[in-house]
């Protein structure tokens, strides 16, 4: 099929920017499409809820897209009822899908959360039973976040089954994705030992979040693959960067920080305790930017 006109959902978020402009420079006409901020970076602008189905079918049809890339939707549980973080989770994806089905888009790209599988915001620590982790882990969360992106890769995979459904949505297992700025606060500037970590009182987001983070750029190429890839119905992928945020080698937070996970292959260095083999694969995609690669 050709694919020309893509449609962001959320383009103006965190992550937007980062898609629309390098779905641009890659040749692609992209609309943005946001409830409330213009975007300087998209070739066109539509003031579109994604929970609106009415709305969200009349934007689509007016740039003819041929593709959705869906990053609309809350993106922590911290500031809204926990019923409107599900709601922006769940039902944005079911109507984001709903609508591509009845214009006919074949190809959605969904930002899920590795708090699909219970960590991130979760409480409690995050139940890990093997490092590292891959799509096939067990999925426990119980928060709003968690749940709902959960179930939105669920609606996701019941709605492929469909004979009108697209042929292709991919969802995105996205850990933390800092600018350069951030990371160089947050990494390079910081105590990233266990100990200081504990200090800090960042331990157990660490923890919860696999010492995962990922570059804004490699997030964007992710994206590009994902609309660009060969395989049909749904598929999960998980993102992250090649290497933790942490400067403890990654065998020896494996065996202090989750000392009852299966360890399945030999830890290098500070190697990613995520698995994006799948994401290699299918996709043709390997992070590149490191929280390293500028500190002194």
């Known amino acids: ?60 049809s007016d740039v003819d897209a041929d593709a959705v890339v869906h990053l609309g939707t809350i993106s922590t549980p911290t500031n809204d009822p926990g019923h409107r973080v599900f709601e922006s989770n769940v039902q944005s994806t079911y109507v984001v899908l709903e609508v591509a089905a009845a ?10 959360s590795m708090s699909a599988i219970g960590g991130s915001f979760e409480p409690d620590p995050a139940r890990v039973d093997f490092l590292p982790v891959d799509e096939t882990h067990r999925a426990t969360p119980s928060n709003p976040y968690g749940l709902g992106k959960y179930v939105a890769e669920q609606t996701a995979a019941g709605f492929v089954r469909r004979d009108d459904a697209p042929e292709t949505v991919a969802s995105l297992r996205f850990p933390w994705m800092p600018s350069e700025e951030e990371a160089r606060r947050t990494f390079a500037e910081a105590d990233r030992s266990l100990s200081g970590l504990r200090d800090a009182g ?11 983070y990922l570059g804004r750029e490699d997030a964007a190429r992710l994206v590009r693959r994902a609309l660009e890839a060969d395989f049909a119905g749904h598929e999960v992928f998980w993102a992250a960067a090649a290497d ?40 043709g995609w390997e992070p590149t930017w490191s929280w390293r690669d500028g500190r002194a």
């Open 103 to 112: 214009l006919g888009i074949d190809r959605v790209v969904v930002a899920s």
């Open 202 to 212: 960042h331990f157990h987001t660490a923890r919860n979040t696999l010492f995962s």
């Open 244 to 283: 933790t945020s942490t400067t403890v080698e990654s065998a020896r937070v494996a065996r202090e920080v989750y000392p009852g996970a299966e360890v399945r292959t030999t830890l290098s260095g500070h190697e990613a305790l995520v698995s994006t083999e799948k994401a290699e694969r299918l996709l």
């Open 1 to 60: 099929m050709s694919l020309e006109s893509v449609a962001v959902t959320g383009g103006t978020g965190n992550l937007g920017p980062t898609v629309v402009a390098h779905l641009r420079a890659s040749g692609y006409t992209v609309t943005n499409l946001s409830r409330h901020s213009e975007s300087s970076l998209a070739d066109r602008d539509y003031r579109v809820s994604a929970l609106d189905p009415g709305d969200l079918t009349a934007a689509l």
